[in-house]
């Protein structure tokens, strides 16, 4: 189960995703400005982190491997969430601002339009922060960390890289900037003791992403 867990996570998943990367490519150029049904990608993304997420579960068992998703709320932990979540708006800030290349993300893809997909939008939000998190920051991240020798840089640096090629619908760009974001959530899991900070801050910043934005992301990419 184990074995089965690392092949579908670190390669499976990222092949599927830079697959559908190279379909939206396909179709844009094929149908100017067209557009995506939101919802049903809402769906299909909430329903295979479940699996994932039921899988990493299992696998977890086989190991034996404990995940604990309760935090300790002290000063440092919640001020390294919040400082981490104003660190990656700022990137993303300065890179939407003061980038001169065409924008090759995907993302006006799947930013919601109505208030239904807003709302189908900030389910799939709440299932992706806890799966992932789950998923990456504690099953993967522990595994990895029984191949490296206990090591904690190398094992979060892996789970990083593989986290954020399984981002790989986003662009080669997103995939760079995701790696240090996704090393910041493993440090907020060592800091806490638990998964449920870095859940909440995951959550809270695909939010406010949205937020602060998804109108400029659309209007960019000329929807």
């Known amino acids: 189960m184990s074995l089965l867990f690392i092949i579908i996570v670190a390669a499976g998943l990222p092949f599927l995703t830079a697959q559908s990367y190279k379909n939206i490519r396909k179709m844009e150029a094929e149908l100017e400005g067209a557009q995506i049904a939101k ?67 995907t993302l006006h893809h799947i930013l919601p339009d109505n208030n239904m997909e807003r709302l189908i939008w900030i389910l799939a939000c709440v299932v992706a922060a806890f799966c992932e998190e789950y998923i990456y920051r504690g099953v993967l991240f522990q595994m990895i960390m029984g191949y490296v020798e206990h090591t904690w840089w190398l094992a979060a640096l892996l789970s990083a890289v593989v986290f954020a090629f399984g981002h790989g619908t986003q662009g080669e760009k997103a995939i760079i900037q995701i790696i240090p974001f996704a090393v910041g959530f493993q440090f907020l899991v060592y800091i806490s003791g638990g998964l449920l900070l870095p859940m909440i801050a995951h959550f809270i910043y695909n939010i406010l992403v949205e937020l602060l934005f998804g109108d400029k992301i659309k209007k960019e990419a000329g929807h």
């Open 39 to 105: 919802i049903p990608v809402y769906l299909q993304s909430m329903l295979m982190q479940i699996i994932l997420c039921v899988l990493a579960f299992f696998a977890a068992r086989s190991e034996k491997i404990e995940i604990s998703l309760k935090s300790n709320y002290t000063y440092t932990s919640i001020g390294a969430a919040v400082a981490l979540i104003v660190i990656a708006l700022g990137i993303a800030w300065i890179s939407q601002k003061f980038s001169k290349e065409n924008d090759e993300s």
